[in-house]
Every structure is written in structure tokens, then in C-alpha cells.
């Protein structure tokens, strides 16, 4: 995992950026195929699902610390409040309504 290491940092770094799976093979030094199967080797997800796992997670944190929806939403890089209910519920099986309660 040493080699995906400037991959994890990037994505650490910018959660709510859009970041091309181009960008983070450059980065690792691997052709794009060579870094979803190293990553999944790895973490068991693609960079995409582990970046929008990572969402979720800061997602949780601002929702339990009292932010709103919307604000969550917008800080994270969601469409809207909508993108980010349908992305919680299929990353933990409820709503963030229902999370914060």
C-alpha cells in the first residue's frame, strides 16, 4: 500500500474535490486499471466508492457536531440534499435524518 500512498493523501486532502482517477494514477505511477485493482486489493473498493465512503464519514461527523443538511451537502460536493440522503442511506442503511436522531 506504500505505493498508493500519494493516492490516499490526495483524496484525504480534498474529499469534496472531483478528483479523476487519471489524477491518482499519476500520482501512484500506475496505469488507471493497474490503480482500481491495487486500491481494491487493498481497501476492498474502488477509489471512487472509498473517496464517497470517506464523504459519508465526514458526513457523519458534521451532522452529530449540529450542521444542517444543506450545509453538509454543499461542503461535502454533493448536487444537493437529495445526492447526499440517497449516498448516506446506501453507505449506512439509514437516513441522515434518522442518523442524527
Known amino acids: 500500500t506504500l505505493v498508493l500512498q500519494p493516492a ?3 483524496l484525504q486532502r480534498s474529499p ?4 479523476s482517477l487519471h489524477e491518482l494514477a499519476q500520482l501512484s505511477e500506475m496505469s488507471r ?8 486489493a487493498a481497501t476492498g473498493m474502488t477509489p471512487h466508492a472509498w473517496q464517497l465512503n470517506l464523504c459519508i464519514n465526514l458526513a457523519k461527523e458534521r451532522l452529530l457536531a449540529g450542521a444542517s443538511l444543506a ?3 454543499y461542503g461535502l460536493g454533493f448536487a444537493d440534499q437529495a ?3 440517497r449516498v448516506f442511506k446506501a453507505y449506512t442503511g439509514i437516513t441522515p435524518g434518522r442518523f442524527r436522531a
Do not use: N
Not at 469534496?16 to 478528483?19: G, K, N, Q, S, T
Not at 486499471?33 to 481494491?40: A, D, E, P, S
Open 16 to 19: 469534496a474535490a472531483d478528483v
Open 33 to 40: 486499471y493497474q490503480l482500481i485493482r491495487t486500491f481494491r
Open 71 to 73: 450545509d453538509v451537502a
Open 83 to 85: 445526492h447526499l440522503q
Open 8 to 10: 490516499f493523501e490526495r
